[in-house]
């Protein structure tokens, strides 16, 4: 597929069409990484982005995890109580 550059201010752009940004899976946030010669682009490597879904399967899989602290909302250390300040 060929397209042309736009200008965007004082860049340029390219617009995607939809079909590749779903087949791609592009949403939000992505990386943009220059590679031999060309532009790549691909989803942002969140880390957390898959947080929540581990911790509920985890309390689906072993309902008393909460019990033993693993989630417990308030977890303070010295810095938390000595230095941190709002």
Do not use: H, Y
């Not at 597929?1 to 004082?10: F, K, V």
């Not at 942002?44 to 689906?60: D, F, G, H």
Request: charged letters at 30%.
């Amino acid at each position: 597929m060929r397209t042309q550059l736009i200008a965007i201010g004082n860049s340029r752009g390219i617009r995607i069409p939809a079909a590749i940004i779903r087949e791609c899976g592009l949403e939000g946030e992505v990386d943009i990484e220059v590679r031999d010669g060309g532009i790549l682009v691909k989803p942002s490597n969140n880390p957390r982005s898959s947080w929540e879904a581990a911790i509920l399967k985890t309390l689906e899989d072993d309902p008393n995890a909460s019990d033993v602290g693993l989630f417990d909302e308030a977890i303070e250390n010295d810095f938390d109580v000595n230095e941190w300040t709002w």
